[in-house]
């Protein structure tokens, strides 16, 4: 495709302020509007690149069904542009603030995943800024190492300024089935079932308890019989027990968890009606963000609660066993379950730890949890179960690894070799430095 004058503009003024950084030898962090890290983010001394610009959707092609965005643009202006033409990305992360760019440099799911993987897979090419300035397109056929090896290199390889990615058609809206379960064992097997089924367009679940779960199945519809909003006064995770049948529209589905960022905005006491009337513009996962960065960087962490923030993906024959271990282990409610299946892409994703073609769980449990043990001590052991399991765990919160662990999940070969071909320098921090910090 033809890039606009503009994008190559911006480019141009990026690339000439990333190499004049590097001439002065100063390492390199990004400058963006909104995040989604629950690790702390070390900018001291760094030279930060203004990517806010970003922020934009350079073409959509509704007859090859693909969008080509700038990296820093968020899901939310993009699924906006997208639905003009009946369409949405293949996978839409559940926040409306997570980047494309944000996804790809993470493992980003959604409940499209169990169909088209995660959203990594559903890319057709980037271009990656690299620490010396220099922008080099990747994709399968060009440059495919850096194609394949930089999911989840979280910033350390370079920032991706252009992604195309696969879009698929829309109808107006989603009409949600949710079906209650009070034992894991025969969610599961459901969960193994539908991810089998093409005709079913969505697919996660939610743990209230060890005896109460259900699985949320989602299918476009052109007509509703009527449309529920969870946008201001319904809660959409506490429909879920109440309703067994819903339509939301093609936009409301995919934000259903934006509103109350799942069911965390319970911390800000705006799931109580009185104060939720009053707050409407507050209820959306932007505002949580912006409170907590506010309220961590005033309030210093007091000890005696542990706070665990972890998204962690388990193969579906160890998920029972997984469950049964927070349940009694962590205790944390309610869980996320989000299934999703691997592709083969022939030659595997370098910096992935997940393997082709299997069909995985993945658990989201975010909390704080009362402690009288020494720090981490519930994260480690969520750390320990997920190897034993065969699992991995998103790298965008806290992680509590020795570094022969992290390089025992994370291919350590390959890194090295992607870190001496695209950023020999060192101007970006290594993968272990940058997510695993002493806490
Ligand atoms: C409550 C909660 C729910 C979540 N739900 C989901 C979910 O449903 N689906 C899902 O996929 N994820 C989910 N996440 C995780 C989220 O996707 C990741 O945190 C993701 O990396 C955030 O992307 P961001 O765009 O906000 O980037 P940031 O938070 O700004 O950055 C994340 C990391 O990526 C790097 N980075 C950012 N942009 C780029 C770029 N363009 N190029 C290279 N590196 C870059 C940054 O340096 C940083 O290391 C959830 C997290 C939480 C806390």
Not at 200 to 229: C, K, P, R, W
Not at 263 to 271: A, E, L, N
Request: overall charge neutral.
């Amino acid at each position: 495709m033809e890039l606009t004058a503009d994008y190559l503009r911006k480019c141009e003024t990026l690339a000439a302020a990333v190499s004049q950084a590097k001439a002065r030898g100063q390492r390199i962090g990004l400058r963006k509007s909104t995040s989604n890290l629950f690790r702390p983010r070390s900018q001291a001394g760094k030279y930060l690149v203004d990517v806010r610009d970003f922020n934009r959707v350079l073409a959509i092609d509704p007859q090859r069904m693909t969008a080509d965005v700038e990296g820093m643009i968020t899901y939310e202006t993009l699924v906006d542009e997208t639905l003009r033409y009946g369409l949405l990305p293949a996978v839409v992360p559940q926040l409306k603030t997570i980047t494309v760019g944000g996804a790809v440099s993470g493992l980003g799911i959604e409940s499209s995943s169990f169909k088209f993987g995660l959203v990594h897979e559903t890319v057709e090419e980037m271009e990656i800024l690299l620490g010396d300035g220099r922008l080099v397109t990747c994709s399968c056929r060009e440059n495919p190492d850096l194609f394949f090896g930089f999911p989840n290199s979280y910033g350390t390889l370079g920032y991706a300024l252009r992604l195309t990615i696969r879009l698929i058609p829309a109808k107006p809206y989603v009409r949600v089935t949710h079906t209650g379960f009070t034992d894991p064992d025969s969610c599961f097997a459901r969960i193994a079932e539908r991810c089998a089924e093409s005709a079913l367009d969505y697919l996660d679940g939610t743990i209230f308890s060890a005896q109460e779960m259900y699985l949320t199945e989602g299918e476009f519809v052109q007509n509703a019989a009527s449309i529920s909003d969870y946008t201001y006064m319904d809660i959409y995770y506490k429909s879920i027990q109440r309703k067994s049948e819903d339509w939301l529209t093609a936009k409301d589905y995919i934000w259903r968890w934006d509103t109350d960022w799942f069911w965390c905005s319970k911390h800000f006491h705006v799931q109580r009606p009185g104060i939720r009337r009053l707050f409407k513009w507050a209820l959306n996962s932007r505002t949580y963000q912006r409170i907590m960065r506010l309220s961590h960087s005033l309030l210093p962490d007091s000890g005696g609660t542990e706070s665990v923030i972890q998204d962690v993906d388990i193969p579906i024959v160890s998920a029972p066993e997984f469950f049964d271990f927070l349940m009694s282990e962590i205790g944390i409610t309610p869980v996320w379950m989000c299934p999703f299946k691997t592709r083969d892409s022939g030659r595997g994703w370098d910096l992935s730890p997940l393997q082709p073609s299997q069909l995985y769980v993945n658990f989201g449990f975010w909390d704080v949890i009362p402690t009288t043990h020494e720090k981490g001590h519930f994260n480690r052991k969520i750390e320990r179960k997920t190897i034993e399991l065969g699992g991995a765990k998103g790298l965008y919160s806290t992680a509590w690894y020795d570094e022969t662990e992290f390089w025992n999940i994370y291919d350590k070969p390959r890194y090295t070799q992607l870190k001496q071909t695209y950023d020999p320098q060192d101007v970006f921090p290594d993968l272990y430095s940058k997510c695993v910090r002493r806490h």
